[in-house]
């Protein structure tokens, strides 16, 4: 295998210059999705960039620097920070309070990464991902999507038409636009409408003008160390029961974003270094990125689109990406820019993102082929959704189980999980079909014959 790389990287020999320009536009393609995530949930800007680089070049190094990822922040954990979020100012914190009991949730979801691989290194895939079939991760993932919606609309409605304009340009550019246009469509769909914001007098740059232009990326406050001043045992505890069980989709997420990139390079990473070191990876990065306050980290599908389109697939460009992040994180002023951001601005794009991510679970299930004429399988999916979508939105966002509370995410997880171990009927085998999210397969390396 190392071999087989070696001459992919020295078949297309680059130079310092090239590789820059090649880093900078990975950086591009994660920026606009990645930002959005601390702009959302109320986390630091600046200590995301700072973990999203430090989270990629951690994954390379676990991945014997071979698998040409980045790391950026997760979108799949935006409900369970909410819903931890509103739990603690349900106590008398405030959202800054509250938050670091949310990452301390996050950090157990990244240790649970380490017990899948685990699993993957002693029985092997085809025997663990019979616990995670599309039928339990895609309705997931479509209830992910579903339960954030809400979130999405209070944001537009600070102002209709700076929410339109942002989605309006995010879709044109994605469905019309060409080359790097069409891999940043959301970071272009922020600065289009911020910039019809701004010229509307519609954005208060105060805290921009006084901004320093360097300093540290986070503090002592806003980490998840802070819980230790004061700990309230019971949130803590009600953290990770709410945030743990999403840690199960985006494990599925991160197999197929593994597959994704494998089918692009044409070089089977779940093979050699392993699909037990790539979830290593990602697990060590959210788990350090949720201890100082940055969002959980997951591979990027963005960055995958632009290996696509440059057939580069050399590490080395995507490890110079992370370092331009790791220098922008110490630059307040470009956070405090961020933080300027209008409500309405972020509520289009997040009703764009929010939609993708229930597309990509409908996703999931098709190209998988779920049959659906089984009961069992409408009888899990049913489930999942209306357990998910409901505790959301017609029980307090959760419920009550003794000393704690559990997210209808949480609950559908579980329950679909169990249902799925416990109901015969479950044929599902990994690795069996060439297209789909949970599956991959491969002719002869480097091949240019079709499947």
Avoid at 375 to 401: E, M
Wanted: hydrophobic share 55%; glycine share 10%.
């Amino acid at each position: 295998m190392a071999d087989v790389q070696k001459a992919i990287y020295d078949a297309r020999p680059l130079g310092a210059g090239k590789m820059t320009v090649l880093g900078l536009q990975h950086l591009f393609a994660m920026f606009g999705a990645t930002v959005l995530v601390p702009v959302i949930t109320g986390l630091s800007v600046s200590a995301t960039l700072l973990f999203a680089g430090i989270g990629t070049l951690l994954f390379h190094v676990l991945t014997k620097f071979k698998v040409p990822a980045f790391l950026g922040s997760s979108f799949a954990f935006l409900g369970g920070y909410a819903a931890v979020s509103e739990m603690g100012m349900a106590k008398g914190l405030t959202l800054a309070q509250a938050l670091p009991y949310a990452c301390v949730g996050v950090f157990f979801a990244g240790l649970m990464y380490f017990v899948l691989a685990g699993l993957f290194a002693a029985f092997g895939p085809k025997r663990v991902m019979r616990y995670f079939p599309p039928i339990v991760t895609g309705p997931i993932i479509i209830a992910i999507g579903l339960t954030l919606s809400g979130s999405a609309i209070q944001n537009c409605s600070q102002n209709w038409w700076i929410a339109i304009i942002a989605v309006l340009i995010t879709l044109c550019c994605n469905i019309w636009g060409k080359g790097m246009i069409k891999i940043v469509p959301i970071l272009l769909g922020v600065v289009g409408s911020y910039v019809v914001a701004a010229c509307f007098g519609l954005v208060d740059f105060t805290q921009v003008r006084d901004a320093a232009w360097v300093g540290v990326p986070f503090t002592f406050e806003n980490t998840a160390f802070s819980v230790l001043v004061r700990p309230d045992w019971g949130l803590v505890i009600a953290a990770i029961i709410a945030i743990l069980p999403i840690s199960l989709a985006t494990m599925v997420e991160h197999i197929g974003d593994m597959c994704a990139i494998s089918s692009t390079t044409d070089i089977n990473y779940l093979e050699d270094p392993g699909l037990h070191r790539t979830l290593m990876g990602d697990g060590l990065a959210t788990a350090i990125a949720s201890l100082f306050g940055a969002p959980a980290n997951t591979t990027y599908g963005e960055n995958t689109g632009v290996l696509n389109i440059t057939k580069v697939f050399d590490p080395r460009v995507i490890r110079i990406a992370a370092c331009f992040a790791i220098v922008l994180s110490f630059c307040p002023k470009f956070s405090a820019l961020i933080g300027a951001m209008p409500a309405a601005t972020i509520g289009g794009v997040s009703l764009v993102l929010y939609g993708m991510i229930s597309a990509v679970g409908v996703r999931n299930i098709v190209e998988n082929k779920v049959d659906f004429t089984h009961s069992r399988n409408l009888f899990i999916a049913a489930l999942i959704l209306v357990l998910a979508i409901g505790i959301k939105y017609g029980a307090n966002d959760a419920i009550s189980i003794g000393f704690t509370s559990l997210s209808g995410l949480a609950v559908a997880a579980i329950v679909g999980i169990a249902l799925n171990a416990i109901l015969p009927g479950n044929d599902y085998e990994f690795d069996q079909t060439s297209k789909g999210a949970t599956a991959v397969s491969f002719g002869p390396r480097r091949s240019k014959q079709k499947e």
